[in-house]
């Protein structure tokens, strides 16, 4: 977030806080935002109030379009912070998953990226253990993203979602 999004973040916050302070008077029994309201002066100053207003609201806007819903693995490193992309790391275990005999298809995603946890939805071959393809899964993914980006995956799920019509073999042509 930039000095302008907080500037303009503590503006509204402030606008905010008078109004509803303005209307808790009026609960009260001030008058002070009635006689405002009743004043001569109030088309050009409720005027300029309404353009503040629809300014702030239109850059509130804008601010929330730009905000950065990815999700990103954080850790400490003795030179400073270093933030990868959860994106990135689900494309490298899809490649080291991929490359696993018996692996047809693999789509990963992250459920948790503070503490990583990962969910492998794989497509397997028929002619092959699905117990020990699991777990050859498990122990390669969380190897490869050890030794290539320097995160230690705390779980990974994996769900077998289909299976393949045709086998490995068949495939490549072993025979």
Known sequence: MTLLDRVFLGI?????????????AT???????VAW????SFGFDGS?????????AAYLVVLIGRMDTSK???????????????????????????????VQQVRASFTDVVEPKVTLKITAYPD??????????QESVKEYVEKTVGVVIQEIDISVVGISKKTDTELHGIA
């Open 12 to 24: 509204s916050a402030l606008v905010l806080v008078i109004f509803a302070g303005l209307t808790a």
């Open 27 to 33: 609960l009260f029994g001030s008058d002070v935002l």
């Open 37 to 40: 309201l009743n004043s001569p």
């Open 48 to 56: 300029l109030v309404a353009l503040i207003l629809v300014l702030l």
């Open 72 to 102: 990103y693995i954080v850790y400490q490193r003795e030179l400073g912070t270093v933030r990868i992309s959860a994106d990135s790391v689900e494309s490298l275990i899809v490649e080291a998953a991929s490359q696993i005999p018996g």
């Open 128 to 137: 092959h253990n699905l117990g020990e393809l699991s777990e050859e899964i």
